[in-house]
Every structure is written in structure tokens, then in C-alpha cells.
């Protein structure tokens, strides 16, 4: 009996998956015209343990309205799904709002996951805005320590930003789901 190699994502990813080469079903603007909440624009760098951009990274966001809801019942004007390829830098971008609080959930948040060429299995996180009052008493962000830090998005001028570090120091806090 012979050993066959695993099966991993990639490296096509973008193709039919995104709007990055033409029209997809799921894009990277979420929000249209009308979505009620505090538009956000949410950009960051995918990169690896040396530092080097992942330009072919896949990212899923999924996240409820400005409400805290999902479908049905949710925002019409916001689509509670989005997916954004990496372009050469690594770089990715979503037009969004920024997400209410789930009740039961802990503090507003987005659940991200990451699809890229050498990986077995998608890798989830979460996006947190810096300065929310519930992030203090989010049992995640508690749990995360000092690498909660990692899974905050801060103001960047008119965006927010959340880089994504692979592997090595500074690695982003993962979630074994």
C-alpha cells in the first residue's frame, strides 16, 4: 500500500470564489446602499512566519448586522458574508458595517477564515474594533491573554486595519474549532 499525499486548499482559490476576477456570487462589499450601522472599511496584510505576503490567500467574513442579527431578520442592505482574495501585496478589504452585539456571543465581532495554498484546513479567528466597551468581558479576549491584541482591528485614518500573521512571532490567536 502506497501513502498519498493530502489534499490542500488552493492554489485557485480565487477563481469563481471572489470578485477579484469579475463578478462572484460573494464579494468583498458587503454593504450597499441604505445598510443601517457605522460603515467600516476593514483592510489588512496576510502574511507569513518570515514576513512575506500570502498573495494568494482567500478571506471569509461572516458577521451579523449593526443589530447583532443574522438572516432572516437582518439588515436587507447587508449582506452578512463576504470573501476577498489577497491581491500581490497580501492585502485584502472588506466595505462592511461595523458588526452589533450577538446576545450570548460576548462583544461585537466578525468570524473570519483564512483559505490558502499548503493548508489543510481553513484557520478561524475574529475581528474585534479597538475601544468597544464589551471587549473587556469577552470571555475569548480574556481567554487569548496578551495575543488578544491580535485579534483587534484598529483605526487606521479612514479604515480599520487587522493583519493576519501566519505563523512565528506576533502569530495571530487561531481558534481550534
Do not use: K
Not at 498519498?4 to 460573494?26: N, V
Not at 450577538?102 to 484546513?121: K, L, S, T
Amino acid at each position: 500500500m502506497r501513502e498519498t499525499p493530502s489534499q490542500t486548499a488552493g492554489p485557485y482559490l480565487h477563481i469563481g470564489m471572489t470578485d477579484a476576477a469579475g463578478p462572484a456570487l460573494i464579494g468583498s462589499r458587503m454593504r450597499r446602499d441604505g445598510a443601517r450601522g457605522e460603515a467600516v472599511t476593514l483592510v489588512g496584510r496576510v502574511i507569513d512566519g518570515d514576513g512575506a505576503p500570502v498573495t494568494d490567500a482567500l478571506i471569509e467574513l461572516w458577521q451579523p448586522d449593526a443589530e447583532g442579527r443574522f438572516p432572516p431578520g437582518s439588515d436587507p442592505s447587508l449582506s452578512n458574508l463576504g470573501r476577498a482574495a489577497c491581491d500581490d501585496e497580501g492585502c485584502y478589504m472588506f466595505e462592511t458595517v461595523r458588526p452589533g452585539a450577538v446576545p450570548g456571543a460576548g462583544a461585537p465581532h466578525g468570524a473570519m477564515m483564512i483559505y490558502a495554498r499548503g493548508m489543510n484546513r481553513a484557520l478561524h479567528l475574529r475581528c474585534y474594533f479597538e475601544g468597544d466597551p464589551a471587549n473587556a468581558g469577552d470571555p475569548l479576549l480574556r481567554a487569548a491573554g496578551a495575543r488578544a491584541r491580535t485579534l483587534i482591528a484598529r483605526r487606521d485614518g479612514a479604515v480599520w486595519r487587522l493583519d493576519i500573521r501566519l505563523q512565528g512571532a506576533n502569530e495571530t490567536a487561531f481558534l481550534d474549532v
